[in-house]
T-cell receptor, first 116, second 117 residues
Framework: DAGVIQSPRHEVTEMGQEVTLRCKPISGHNSLFWYRQTMMRGLELLIYFNNNVPIDDSGMPEDRFSAKMPNASFSTLKIQPSEPRDSAVYFCASSPSTQVRNQPQHFGDGTRLSIL | AQKITQTQPGMFVQEKEAVTLDCTYDTSDQSYGLFWYKQPSSGEMIFLIY??????QNATEGRYSLNFQKARKSANLVISASQLGDSAMYFCAMREPINNAGNMLTFGGGTRLMVKP
């Protein structure tokens, strides 16, 4: 079975540009999570969707960040305008029914974002 | 608010020996879950093992086991018979429920394990 699929794997762009990261969760999973990983701050949860609805976006750093989940098989994380401090690895993760407590989150391979 | 602490930023272990990676947590919830993930140098996050707060026995998965001490709020990962491929970052994470609408993970800072041949 396919795991969580993220694209692109790497993105290098100049500051001020719009960046869109994409994620396809595992089929049948109804929870989707976006994380950011940096050396300084470790792994941070940015936003969490349940059944395509944003549940907790308290981790979204600024209004420059936005996330959508138009359907159960696709989500985007957008940064506009991008800044050098947004450089990080961005992970998408999904998990099955949240009522089953021992279900882990399954992570994609991440997008390594560099803003010049 | 909960917190996950991994006090060992880096560790060395000799190949074929066992190693324990520490994780302590702080929560006021009675129902919670603890997860360990491995992140090799290639960057992906790999789920290793889970321990529920109500589980009476320590979790085991192959060479991985969890030394769960609920009263001390610790959930240490034990890797037996270390292999060179075990060299990676290891993250402890705790699940807390969000308004009965889901589960959120909070991660510790990680421990970098290096296995020496």
């Amino acid at each position: 079975d396919a795991g969580v699929i993220q694209s692109p794997r790497h993105e290098v762009t100049e500051m001020g540009q719009e960046v869109t990261l994409r994620c396809k969760p595992i089929s049948g999973h109804n929870s989707l999570f976006w994380y950011r990983q940096t050396m300084m701050r470790g792994l941070e949860l940015l936003i969490y969707f349940n059944n395509n609805v944003p549940i907790d976006d308290s981790g979204m750093p600024e209004d420059r960040f936005s996330a959508k989940m138009p359907n159960a098989s696709f989500s985007t994380l957008k940064i506009q305008p991008s800044e050098p401090r947004d450089s990080a690895v961005y992970f998408c993760a999904s998990s099955p029914s949240t009522q089953v407590r021992n279900q882990p989150q399954h992570f994609g391979d991440g997008t390594r974002l560099s803003i010049l | 608010a909960q917190k996950i602490t991994q006090t060992q930023p880096g560790m060395f272990v000799q190949e074929k020996e066992a190693v324990t990676l520490d994780c302590t947590y702080d929560t006021s919830d009675q129902s919670y879950g603890l997860f360990w993930y491995k992140q090799p140098s290639s960057g992906e996050m790999i789920f290793l093992i889970y321990q529920g707060s109500y589980d009476e026995q320590n979790a085991t998965e192959g060479r991985y086991s969890l030394n769960f001490q609920k009263a001390r709020k610790s959930a240490n990962l034990v890797i037996s018979a270390s292999q060179l491929g075990d060299s990676a970052m290891y993250f402890c994470a705790m699940r807390e429920p969000i308004n009965n609408a889901g589960n959120m993970l909070t991660f510790g800072g990680g421990t970098r394990l290096m296995v020496k041949p």
